[in-house]
C-alpha cells in the first residue's frame, strides 16, 4: 500500500513539472525597476518561463508564440518585496500577546500563522526572514509553502530566538513559578558550552539562520532595561557555532553595549539596534553587518495604546514610551555614514500585511525612496542569502514581480497598495 502511495504520488510531482515546463508568461511592463539602486526602465516586456526570469527586452513586444500575455503597461513593476524581520505567528502584543501564548494551542497557532503568511505575499513580500517561535510552526510552513501546498512568501527561518536565563527570549519572565515547568528552555543559554548547545540544537531542527539577543527587549515581561544581558565569551561561542555550521547570524539589539559586543562577535545583522554610537557605526563597516531598523515596531504600540492605555504592564510600558520617542535616531547616524540598511519591520509587533508601512519610515529617518526600496530588494537578498535567487529582475532568477500605480522611487507610500503580485512564475494577486 505505502508503495502505491508513493508511485502515485511521484506521478503528481511528474505531471506538475510537466506543467510548469510548458508554462510560458509575457509581462508587458509601463516602467520597470529591473536592479534597485539603477535607474527605473521604459516600456519593457518581461518574458517568463518556468517560473524563472528568461529574458527581458526593450520595448513591447509579442514574445513566444501561445505564451501567456500579462498586461501592466499603465502600471511600476519591480521585484518582490523582502522583509528581513517577521513574526509570523502572532500579531498580539503586550497582554493580549501573553493571553494568546498561554492559550493557544500548537495547531492554532500553525494556522495564524499560514493566514499572515498570506496576509505579507498579497502585500507584495515574496520572500520574509522569520526571526524566532516557540513552537515549530514556522518551519513547517516553510516547507509547505516552498512544496506548492499553501501560499506564502518564501521563508528563511530561525526556529527559536536564543538569550540567556532572564534574556529577552527566556518565555518563562514574568510567568507564575506555578507554571515554569510547562515552558520549554532549551533556547536558553549561560556560559559558552551551554551557548553551543543552544545554537546546535535550533541547527538539528533545521533552520536557516541563528537569532541571538544580546540586550534586554522592549516587549521583555521584566523590568532591567534594554543594555547588555550577556558575556564577551557567550556572545562569541554563539556567533562561532553558528558560523561553523554555515549559518548566519541575526542579532536583536537596542543598548549601544550589546550591538558593539554582537558586531565585534562577527554577527551578520544587527536587529532594532535602537541607541547605535560611532564605535558602532564603524564595527558596522569593518564587519560588513547590516542594519534592520524596524522602525514599524511604533505602529504597533501606538495602536495598541490607542485602543487600550493598559494593554502593557508598567514594567514593558516604560520601554515601549522610551522605544517611541527614540525610534527612527539610530538610521539617521547609519545611512549617511554608510552603513549597509536592510528592510525589516519585525511583523508581529506591528500588524501582518501592512509591512509597506515601514518605507515611509525609513524616508522620514533620512533614507531617500530609492534607497528603501533597495533594502528591500538587493540588500535584503543578499543579507539573506538568496541574492542569486531573488532580489532583482534578472536572467536566471526567480520571477517573483509586484506592480503598482505610480513611481515609488519618489513616492514610497504607493507600495501599501500593491495591485499585482507573482511568486515564482504564479500569479498569486491580480487588480489590474
Known sequence: MKLRYLALAAATVTAVAVHAEDTVLVIHAGQLLDKPGSAPKGSSTIIVRNGKIAEIQTGFNDGPAGATKVDLKDKFVLPGLIDSHVHLDSDAGGNAGLVESITSSDAQTAYRAAGNAKKTLMAGFTTVRNLGDST???LALRDAIAAGELPGPRIIDAGRSISTTSGHMDGKNGISEDLHGSISDDNLCDGTESCRQAVRKQIRRGVDVIKIATTGGVNSRIGVGVGRQIFDDEVKALVDTAHLYGKKVAVHAHGNDGVNAALAAGADSIEHGTMLDDASVKLFKQAGAYYVPTL??????LERLAANPNAYSPDVLAKVKWRIEVTGK???IAYPAGVKIAFGTDAGVSKHGRNADEFELMVKHGMPAAATIEAATMNAAT????EKEVGSLETGKAADIIAVSGDPTKDVTVLKNVQFVM?????????R
Open 330 to 332: 539610530s538610521l539617521a
Open 296 to 301: 514599524s515596531t511604533v505602529n504597533g504600540y
Open 136 to 138: 515549530g510552526a514556522t
Open 423 to 431: 511568486k515564482a512564475g504564479v500569479i498569486h494577486k491580480d487588480q
Open 383 to 386: 543579507l539573506l542569502g538568496v
